[in-house]
């Protein structure tokens, strides 16, 4: 894995969505020798979907869950699964969310996945990056009328990796 300050995850980090796959990753991730660390769901991760927080966290990972938190100046906010895009608010400088925007990074086995109402949203807050996952064969990063577009997917459809990490620097 890259070296970096920070390291974000965009969900799916269960295949079932059960809370022993959910400790597994809390128990890796938080391993990671990040000095911050930043998650939210993903449609697998069904088990903390309404979860509003998750007890016990050391103080560098930060579960984002339809809130901000601010690091070194910069301001990120994770947007749960399904939730509400009016959530995100304005001022946000790294927004992160599970789906993409609607046609942007977010083609998969012939099908558009994005969300146009999270498009929408974005491009009113205007946030410096938007990182987010899904869409498996849209892997990278675009920007578009200033906002730096990035797909973290790391698997293919078949749910083999395939792809590294993009490295970001704000």
Request: proline share 5%; net charge negative; with cysteine.
């Amino acid at each position: 894995m890259p070296k970096a300050d920070v390291i974000v995850h965009s969900g799916d980090f269960t295949d079932m969505g059960t809370e022993a796959e959910v400790l597994d990753f809390l128990n890796w991730y938080i391993a990671l020798p990040y000095k911050y660390k930043l998650f939210v769901t993903g449609n697998h991760d069904i088990c903390l979907w309404d979860a509003e927080d998750i007890e016990d966290l050391p103080e560098n990972v930060f579960f984002l869950q339809d809130r901000s938190v601010t690091i070194e100046g910069a301001r990120f906010f994770g947007l749960g699964f399904n939730h509400s895009e009016a959530l995100i608010p304005m001022g946000t400088d790294v927004l992160i969310t599970h789906e993409p925007p609607l046609m942007i990074l977010d083609k998969s086995s012939g099908k558009h996945w994005g969300n146009l109402l999270i498009r929408e949203r974005v491009f009113k807050v205007k946030p410096r990056f938007h990182l987010f996952g899904h869409s498996h064969e849209s892997f990278g990063t675009l920007e578009k009328e200033g906002v730096l577009f990035s797909n973290g997917a790391v698997l293919n459809d078949q749910y083999e990796p395939v792809y590294t990490f993009n490295r970001l620097c704000l």
